[in-house]
């Protein structure tokens, strides 16, 4: 897939209404309040950059997962709320994301608004990727925008439908995150190190592979990190394992290894007794016994881990080491973020629980890039196309 797309200043944006999908997807609380507004804030230089433009921004995000009917819950006024908050200026909130209705409100808003359609998950057809359902959505607009990374690699009607119908462009989020990982994935500077996290390897399994071919070193933690002991011939005691993955992970070492490719796995490791944060718990090197559980990487493969990546030029970072947030065992992960924030390499940070991490142990301003998208940025680093992306044109 090529990840040199057209950008913003492709498109005559001056009186026209400019459709644009936005990923405002934003987590609340019981009462339906905001809890964390950041991806509402991430849209904002891009309707800024089309108001600016003289265009009129129609936007489209879903909110939650009503699967196809409309949930009261799921309205997205709160969302208008906010994001007219954050610009200073009126939202016209629209109970529709389609429609004669909806076509008429657009046409007779006031130059300088802001209009922000009903959750498009409303429709049955959006997830389907309906193409009548995209060609009323591109009836809306004069030219689309895609600014929602976070959607990307899903073929739903508004992510990657209009870009099909109307002359289209990537927008200023979305250019961040695809000039990010064209960087890393594209022309590494070496070396090159992939972090991995998480708790089933048989996720990051299609991103091992791809990044076997590109990587100079892959740090593995987490849960999927106890396969690995597995398959190496080691003990993992009650750690989470996946035994129907061990044949495949003895492959992926085999091809890491003729292409000379580093994968390390822990040395030791902090165990528990069980699931919970005020379990009993103990460092142990090598095997692990039977009734405890691996649950962070030890002191140990921290010090080896902080010394694969003082060298590295680009990293990549998704998942964390541990259960970072249980005290007891956020050590390995905290360790790791601190050395990719005082590397000198061109970082990228992917997925929810890396993101997290980062903000909680105050990374986040020396990480060079946060990905805002969890599953679009695994399924880059698995090599996929993503509709969303490789729908818009490409760049001349």
């Known amino acids: 897939m090529n990840l040199n797309k057209a950008g913003l200043g492709t498109l005559d944006m001056n009186g026209k209404r400019v459709l644009m999908r936005v990923d405002f997807n934003v987590p609340r609380d019981g009462a339906g309040a905001i809890t964390d507004d950041t991806r509402i804030r991430a849209a904002l230089p891009t309707i800024q950059a089309v108001l600016d433009a003289g265009g009129l921004p129609v936007l489209m995000s879903h909110l939650g997962r009503p699967s196809g009917e409309i949930v009261e819950s799921m309205r997205v006024d709160v969302l208008g709320v906010r994001l007219g908050e954050l610009l200073s200026r009126p939202i016209l909130k629209l109970d529709d994301s389609v429609g004669a209705s909806v076509a008429a409100a657009i046409s007779s808003a006031s130059p300088g608004s802001v209009v922000l359609l009903e959750n498009v998950r409303f429709h049955e057809g959006e997830t ?64 090159f190190v992939a972090i991995l ?78 699931f919970a944060a005020n379990a009993n718990h103990k460092v142990v090197v090598g095997d692990i016994e039977e009734g405890w559980m691996g649950l962070d990487i030890g002191p140990e493969t921290e010090a080896a881990y902080v010394a694969a990546l003082a060298d ?80 818009l044109p490409d760049a001349k």
């Not at 933690?221 to 597995?230: E, K, N, P, S, W």
């Not at 390499?345 to 993101?355: A, E, R």
């Not at 909680?360 to 679009?376: E, M, Q, R, Y």
């Open 312 to 391: 590295a030029k680009t990293v990549i970072w998704n998942g964390p080491m541990g259960v970072f947030e249980w005290e007891a065992f956020q050590s390995g992960t905290e360790a790791v973020g601190r050395a990719v924030a005082a590397s000198d390499s061109y970082s990228v940070v992917g997925g929810g629980d890396s993101v997290a991490a980062a903000g909680k142990f105050g990374l986040t301003a020396d990480i060079s890039h946060i990905s805002t998208g969890g599953g679009a940025s695994l399924e880059l680093l698995e090599g996929k196309d993503l509709p969303g992306i490789s729908s």
């Open 197 to 274: 996290g998480g708790a089933k390897i048989s996720d990051k399994l299609p991103v091992i592979t791809n990044l076997i071919e590109k990587v100079d070193r892959i740090l593995i933690g987490g849960g999927m990190a106890y396969t690995f002991v597995l398959a190496r011939g080691g003990k993992a005691g009650s750690s989470l394992v996946q035994e129907d993955q061990v044949e495949l992970v003895r492959g992926l070492d085999a091809a890491a290894k003729a292409r000379g490719v580093e994968i390390m796995i822990p040395s030791d490791h902090v165990i528990a007794d069980g």
């Open 128 to 191: 389907k990727g309906d193409a009548t359902l995209a060609a009323k959505y591109a009836a809306l607009g004069d030219v689309f925008v895609n600014d929602a990374f976070g959607v990307c690699h899903r073929d739903h009607a508004s992510v990657s439908g209009p870009a099909r119908l109307l002359p289209s462009a990537a927008g200023l989020l979305l250019q961040l995150e695809i000039d990010a990982f064209r960087r890393v994935l594209d022309a590494p500077e070496r070396p």
